[in-house]
């Protein structure tokens, strides 16, 4: 989460705390997942300018691989200088970044590596002042989302869920979607072949009954 210091931020802190307290505690899918997400949300606290604001006081002892919701706070200048502050932590995390002022905002920004999605938290008449900024998150995501949380993915012709590196190894393509298929796909063509030997869904008269491009337009005509 990024941030610019204010005092509407220290009162979001204040409810986010409150939150995150009454929040109990989650199942992670494998031992070693939860593993990795204790070890990884502990270690980060270690770095240099790294703050535990809030933490989960619920556990549920009774069940296995249990992970509390924790989040950190760092300066925006601690946040540009240390890669290790903008690895993933698989789990339910948060780093809080505060920067003094839009420009030292845009600076962090710059340096975000690429994300599956992006969220602003803003009113519609002040994006018209930062268009720069908003252009800049364009440039990091595959979806980016206005005043709301990344939805779950479903597979529909809607659906955007890649971005660039290291969000997908290739982003041109969504990894959830109706056309995720592409990112398995490899193009072939058929050249000079006769109909009895061309593969069905070639076939002039479509005996598969698919819908198919011809000449640029999406058919299952066979004409």
């Known amino acids: 989460m990024l941030a610019v210091q204010s005092p509407g931020l220290d009162k979001f802190k204040t409810v986010l705390k409150e939150a995150i307290a009454a929040v109990p505690s989650a199942t992670m899918l494998t ?9 990884l949300s502990s270690a980060i606290t270690n770095e240099v300018g790294v703050e535990v604001i809030a933490v989960s006081d619920l556990n549920n002892n009774e069940l296995k691989n249990q992970s509390k ?4 706070q760092v300066s925006a200048a601690d946040f540009i200088r240390n890669p290790k502050l903008r690895e993933e932590i698989f789990g339910p995390y948060s780093l809080l970044v505060v920067a003094d002022d839009v420009a030292e905002l845009e600076k962090a920004i710059d340096v975000l590596e690429g ?20 252009n800049k998150l364009t440039d990091k995501t595959g979806r980016i989302i206005l005043n ?46 006769e109909q009895d030997l061309l593969p069905d869904e070639l076939k002039d008269e479509n005996p598969l009954g698919i819908f198919r491009t011809i000449n640029q337009k999406l058919t299952k005509s066979h004409e």
């Open 69 to 72: 919701a924790k989040i950190a």
């Open 115 to 134: 994300q599956l999605t992006v969220t602003l938290m803003a009113e519609k008449q002040e994006l018209q002042h930062y268009q720069e900024l908003v």
């Open 148 to 193: 709301g949380v990344p939805t779950g993915v479903e597979v529909c012709a809607a659906m955007q869920h890649g971005g660039p590196f290291p969000a997908t190894n290739d982003s041109r393509f969504t990894s959830v979607g109706s056309t995720a298929i592409n990112r398995f796909a490899r193009p072939l063509a058929y050249q000079d072949w």
């Open 31 to 39: 031992e070693g997942i939860a593993g990795n997400y204790g070890k």
